[in-house]
Structure formats: structure tokens, C-alpha cells
């Protein structure tokens, strides 16, 4: 299974939804959807210019768990 761990990384950085949704440029309702792990496709460019922007690993937002 594969699980958005927007919610704990933007925790352990703390920084908020807000925050990244300035940070990025991306609208706040999509970075709440990825943060609420309610993203059924996830778009690449978006999650690096998230890492971008916090300063982490893609590893370190997506989870695969078996």
C-alpha cells in the first residue's frame, strides 16, 4: 500500500499546509488533499516541487507498506 506522509513530514519540518501551498505556488485545497492522503494519482512535478520546498526526500512523503 502506498500512503502520503505529507501530514508527518510537514510536522517534523513544521511547517503548515499554508506554508507550503506559498512555498510552492501550489493551490492549498490540492496540497490538503495530499496531505489528508486523499490523492488517488499522484502528480511527480508536484511532489518534487514539494521536497523542493521543505527540504526533504521523496522517501520521506511516500510510504510503501505492504
Do not use: F
Not at 508527518?8 to 505556488?25: D, F, N, P, S, V
Not at 501550489?26 to 495530499?34: N, P, T
Request: a positive charge; hydrophobic letters at 30%.
Amino acid at each position: 500500500m502506498i500512503r502520503i506522509a505529507l501530514d508527518q513530514t510537514l510536522e517534523k519540518y513544521g511547517i503548515t499546509r499554508y506554508e507550503l501551498a506559498k512555498r510552492t505556488g501550489i493551490q492549498y485545497q490540492i496540497i490538503d488533499h495530499y496531505y489528508k492522503n486523499k490523492v488517488k494519482r499522484y502528480d511527480s512535478s508536484l511532489l518534487e516541487r514539494m521536497c523542493d520546498a521543505i527540504g526533504c526526500e521523496i522517501s520521506e512523503i511516500i510510504e510503501y507498506k505492504r
